[in-house]
């Protein structure tokens, strides 16, 4: 894998992770939360490791608003707890 490649990869799964915080609302409580750009930072470093880029991207195609994450999600604890934040849960 070139250099050029890791870099598009990256921001495809980049691109992923946001898409999913939309598909569960909660892409604005995390611009909000302290230190948002380390949380940010670090959600998508867990996403860019995730082995499930193809089955992610299938499952936000056919999600468009959803209350979970997939179950492989490595996000999926961030996730409940901005929606636990914003009272969604």
Not at 8 to 26: C, E, K, Q, W
Not at 49 to 78: F, I, K, M, V
């Amino acid at each position: 894998m070139t250099f050029l490649d890791y870099l598009i990869s990256a921001d495809a799964r980049t691109a992923l992770m946001g898409r999913m915080m939309r598909t569960l609302g909660v892409d604005r409580q995390l611009k909000v939360v302290p230190d948002h750009a380390a949380v940010t930072d670090r959600a998508a470093n867990r996403c860019r490791a995730c082995g499930h880029q193809d089955e992610c991207s299938t499952w936000l195609d056919d999600h468009h608003q959803a209350d979970e994450p997939p179950a492989y999600c490595r996000n999926s604890d961030l996730i409940a707890r901005l929606q636990h934040v914003s009272g969604d849960r």
